[in-house]
Each structure stands twice: as C-alpha cells, then as structure tokens.
C-alpha cells in the first residue's frame, strides 16, 4: 500500500514561504492523482491543491490560487506544495493523500493519508 510521508512544515512569519514535500516509498504513487488538504484546530479538513497521476493537470482551492503551487516529480515519487505570501489564517496541519479520481476534491476520494506536517503562520 502506497503510505504518504509530508515533510517541510514549520513556523514562519506573514508573508513568507514554504515548500512541503509529500513521498510515498512505492512507485505505484505515480499512478495516484494526490492532494494536499489542511485542517486547523478545531475546523473540517479543507481541500487545497490537487494534481493528476501525470502532473498534467492541477486544481486548486479559489483561496490558495496565484500563490500556491502543486507539482510533482514521479521519478522521485513526490509531490511538493509550495506556498508563498502565507496568511496566519493558513495555520493548519497540512497533509497529502493519493487516490483513483482525476480532479477529486473530496477527501472522501482519496484512499490513502499521511500523518501531516504543521504549518504555523505568525503575525
């Protein structure tokens, strides 16, 4: 079973970047549609980023659109999140799932999670 592993959360001010990383040890990962989603404390779980099995195609939430950018690199079984001019309202853990749907936004549509890897945006 392909098992999502997030990496390059962290603690940084308004206005800053990241770049989170999301690798599964299984090549058959490749063949996943994969999408990133946080939740904060207390909140649903929201849908953020999605990309096809190819990279070919990307979808986004309207919020993260023109700062936030899906991509993926299948020889190396990741996909990346890169985030700039963070809000402190996009404090939440962030985690990636893979799943079978093309466009999928639901998280009921992917099959397998990682555990998450927090993003904490200061003021």
């Known amino acids: 079973q392909v098992q999502p592993v997030e990496s390059g959360g962290g603690s940084v001010q308004a206005g800053a970047s990241l770049k989170l990383s999301c690798t599964a040890s299984?090549?058959?990962?490749?063949?996943?549609?994969v999408g990133w989603f946080r939740q904060a404390p207390g909140k649903e779980r929201h849908f953020v980023a999605g990309?096809?099995?190819?990279?070919?195609?990307?979808w986004y939430s309207d919020s993260v659109k023109g700062r936030f950018t899906i991509s993926r690199d299948n020889a190396e079984n990741t996909v990346y999140l890169q985030m700039n001019r963070l809000k402190p309202e996009e404090t939440a853990v962030y985690s990636c799932a893979a799943g079978p749907i093309f466009g999928a936004v639901q998280p009921e549509h992917f099959k397998v999670w990682g555990r998450g890897t927090q993003v904490t945006v200061s003021s």
């Open positions: 990309i096809s099995h190819d990279g070919a195609s990307v």
């Open positions: 299984k090549r058959t990962f490749s063949t996943y549609t």
